[in-house]
């Protein structure tokens, strides 16, 4: 199993930026795939980015494409979701998420390890 944290929420305005950290408790983290969802409210979780376990491949929304920037480091356990130009849509609750070493998936119902969420409030 795996515990993930995630940091670096907060309330920013339009056009601004933020930098999104997921720890993860395992050493072995290059065993699993990693996702960025987020969820509005009254509105489902959806994805927003993902990367491979080697780093190699990354997966984005087409919302975030061109704006956000997915990545990690099995060094230190961690994924890290860079967001730039932020726009008033794009607040929510942000999660990550591992997956064991399979085929890439963008379904929360493909992923079994969720950290607790970070609040991200983009204003007008």
């Known amino acids: 199993q795996v515990q993930l944290v995630e940091s670096g929420g907060g309330l920013v305005q339009a056009g601004g930026s933020l930098r999104l950290s997921c720890a993860a408790s395992?050493?072995?983290?290059?065993?699993?795939?990693m996702a960025w969802f987020r969820q509005a409210p009254g509105k489902g979780r959806e994805f927003v980015a993902g990367?491979?376990?080697?780093?190699?491949?990354?997966w984005y929304a087409d919302s975030v494409k061109g704006r956000f920037t997915v990545s990690r480091d099995n060094a230190k356990s961690a994924a890290y979701l860079q967001m730039n130009s932020l726009k008033p849509e794009d607040t929510g609750v942000y999660y990550c998420?591992?997956?064991?070493?399979?085929?890439?998936?963008?379904?929360?119902?493909?992923?079994?390890?969720w950290g607790q969420g970070t609040q991200v409030t983009v204003s007008s």
């Open positions: 998420a591992a997956r064991a070493r399979l085929i890439f998936a963008s379904t929360p119902e493909d992923y079994a390890y």
């Open positions: 395992r050493r072995t983290f290059s065993d699993y795939n």
């Open positions: 990367v491979s376990w080697s780093g190699d491949s990354t």
